[in-house]
């Protein structure tokens, strides 16, 4: 099992003018760590769950993986949950086009349907009805595999855009990786089978989690699609130095479920700090298989 990095929070020691110095420190202790993935949210203001108020500092997640590309060699690059109603699908497939080439090949897109109200109706951007926010989903990802093709630089006619020319040069190094976030049985995960390389889930208990991998499964039954050509990720509770033999264990329930990679949320005021203090962790999950 790998280890993934996810960074929510921004309240940082030092304020804001120690922040681009903590990222860079970030990436450097994801790497040295061993971890695979790094990730930020997709956010303009903090979100309620981290337990801060919504003024907390947050930073646009795109610009902070471009600054986080030339402080990275390795890791894997991307916003866990991109949301789909703030950037137009193809700009957002070029934006994800131009991270991967200057990561040298190490862009992924994590997306979901958005969900956060208040900062739509803040910064005036548009907040559909969460149906037409899934339709919307569906047809971002059919636009980004349609600009990541490069035989295909036509049109595109979607239930919600359409495109006159798909035209995307350069193209990425590699296709970036497809992560859909979410564990909704329905669609989420349907959209997950029809498109997805990856998904991620709440590690929110062993039981739970391969209920909604039957329910992966057998979407990819009806659709023809290879489950194990997916890959399966989590976002659980994070180790410390004194829980780590407990957390290694719980993760092993996971890995014995085909999850491939756990996503832990760094918190502290020196995410660098507490992100060096997690690779014995990495090490012991990497024996898991």
């Not at 949210?41 to 930073?59: K, V």
């Not at 795109?62 to 703030?86: C, D, Q």
């Not at 090949?105 to 803040?122: P, S, T």
């Not at 970036?176 to 349907?190: F, S, W, Y």
């Amino acid at each position: 099992m790998e280890l993934g990095i996810h960074v929510p929070v921004f309240d940082i020691d030092g304020g804001t003018g120690a922040l681009a110095g903590e990222l860079a420190r970030v990436g450097t202790a994801a790497e040295a760590a061993g971890a695979t993935w790094l990730s930020f949210m997709d956010h303009f203001f903090q979100i309620e769950p981290t337990g801060l108020p919504a003024e907390s500092p947050m930073l646009e997640g795109y610009t902070t993986l471009g600054y986080l590309a030339a402080h990275t060699s390795t890791i894997e690059l991307g916003l866990l949950v991109t949301g789909v109603t703030y950037r137009n699908p193809g700009v957002l497939a070029k934006i994800i086009s131009t991270l991967d080439i200057l990561s040298e090949g190490r862009a992924a897109l994590g997306i979901g349907a958005a969900w956060y109200e208040r900062e739509h109706d803040g910064l005036g951007v548009p907040f559909p009805p969460v149906a037409e926010r899934f339709e919307r989903l569906e047809d971002t990802l059919r636009i980004c595999e349609q600009m990541w093709d490069p035989g295909n630089d036509g049109p595109f006619e979607g239930k919600h855009y359409s495109l006159t020319e798909t035209l995307c040069s350069p193209q990425p190094l590699h296709k970036p990786r497809v992560l859909i976030g979410g564990g909704g049985e329905r669609k989420t995960l349907r959209l997950v089978a029809a498109y997805g390389d990856a998904c991620n889930l709440f590690a929110s208990s062993p039981a739970e989690v391969e209920h909604k991998l039957d329910v992966l499964r057998r979407h990819c039954d009806d659709l023809g699609r290879d489950y194990d050509a997916i890959r399966k990720t989590i976002l659980a509770n994070d180790p410390s130095p004194d829980n780590q033999d407990e957390f290694v264990r719980e993760m092993a329930n996971y890995a014995e479920l085909g999850v491939h990679a756990v996503m832990v949320m760094p918190t502290t005021g020196s995410p660098a700090t507490w992100i060096e203090g997690t690779a014995p962790t990495v090490r012991r999950l990497s024996e898991l298989g």
